[in-house]
């Protein structure tokens, strides 16, 4: 590992060996969190560029370039053998009608499938008008018996007005309404024993009305 | 055709003023085009409080009811004509509720309270309401240990 140090401007070049890696802690975050930005003190100073001496320079770059060099040639030999364009078997023609033949294939199976969902579809579509048209005629029949019935009731009830209206108080019947209601007090506060007698008036010693 | 009853709290006359007093009541009705079904006295009783009203105070009072049918709109003026009488203390006008059939349960109401149908119901639902209980499992019906 090569560690280069500012403050000697040389090149330390050591060998790591870690016998027993567990006997190692890793290094943590000791430092002010980032957000708190520079110190006042820190806010002006500039960092010493790097020095590089002139031998390392020449060697780190003679390297780098044989690593460049050295990957480029595996890429490339390694594209030559298995890319599909450098294929010898690469026919154009040959992949079209591949796919040509693939594509008939499936449409085939695609054409079959539509069929059959098409049979079912129709089947279904046509079970979906039956119920619908069974289920207006039951409505339509509910709401004829819905009509009776209402009917039935209202003829009720003009019927009972009807017979009602005799007792009716008209102004020439006034008079002697109010006289037989003045006469005759009614009273509902009344309890029922258990043979069904009334007994009338809010406790036992009340007069009768 | 809504039916309608009013409830009257008249203050205590000599008969002929009474008899005036419910007419003109009922005339008013009839002004408006309106038919009474009933009247009916419910008794002359004394007041729950006393009613300072028209400038008198009132303790006693009769108490009548009228049936009648009027256009709807009427009611509210049938209202304000009756709220200006010196003679009535108070009146209210309700719409009449449809007679209800209800069966008598008195039978079953007079049974003691584990034997009603919905004092049954009622354990029944508080049933499910119960945590579940720990079963320990050793076929006693009580807890052998000192708990």
């Known amino acids: 590992m090569n ?18 890696p567990q006997t190692f802690q890793s290094v943590r975050w000791a430092r002010k969190p980032r957000w708190l930005g520079t ?6 100073r500039i960092p010493p560029r790097p020095v590089i001496p002139k031998e390392e320079e020449l060697e780190l770059r003679r390297l780098n370039n044989n690593y460049r060099t050295q990957m480029k040639s595996i890429r490339n030999y390694l594209t030559e ?5 450098y294929l010898p078997s690469s026919n154009v023609e040959q992949i079209r ?11 085939e199976i695609n054409t079959k499938w539509n069929e059959e969902i098409k049979v079912l579809r129709e089947q279904r579509i046509a079970e979906e008008i039956n119920k619908n048209i069974e289920e207006a005629k039951k409505q339509l029949n509910e709401q004829i018996m819905l009509d009776k019935k209402n009917l039935e009731k209202a003829e009720e009830e003009v019927r009972l007005e009807k017979e009602a209206a005799k007792a009716f108080i008209t102004p020439d019947t006034l008079e002697a309404a109010i006289e037989y209601a003045v006469n005759n007090p009614v009273d509902y506060n009344y309890a029922i024993d258990m043979e069904g007698n009334k007994i009338i008036g809010k406790d036992l010693n009340s007069s009768k009305l | 055709m809504i039916t309608y009853e009013l409830m009257l709290v008249l203050r205590v006359m000599p008969k002929p003023e009474l008899v005036s007093t419910l007419k003109r009541i009922a005339q008013c009705i009839y002004d408006k085009q309106g038919i ?6 419910l008794g002359t009783k004394s007041l729950p409080f006393k009613i300072s009203i028209h400038g008198n105070v009132y303790r006693d009072a009769s108490y009548y009811l009228m049936e009648f049918n009027t256009p709807p709109h009427s009611v509210e003026e049938l ?66 240990f000192q708990k």
């Open chain 1, 3 to 20: 560690v280069i140090t500012n403050s000697s401007k040389s090149v330390i070049t050591t060998a790591i060996h870690i016998p027993f």
């Open chain 1, 39 to 44: 110190a006042k003190s820190k806010l002006f």
């Open chain 1, 81 to 85: 053998r298995y890319h599909v364009k």
């Open chain 1, 97 to 107: 009608e591949d796919f040509e033949k693939d594509f008939a294939q499936c449409n």
């Open chain 2, 36 to 41: 009474i079904r009933k009247v009916e006295n």
């Open chain 2, 79 to 144: 209202a304000e004509e009756y709220n200006r009488d010196v003679d009535i203390i108070r009146k209210q006008i309700y719409k009449k509720a449809a007679e209800e059939f209800k069966e008598c349960t008195l039978d079953e109401e007079l049974q003691p309270a584990p034997y009603r149908k919905d004092v049954q119901e009622l354990l029944k639902k508080s049933e499910s309401l119960h945590k579940p209980k720990f079963d320990y499992r050793t076929g006693l019906d009580y807890y052998p």
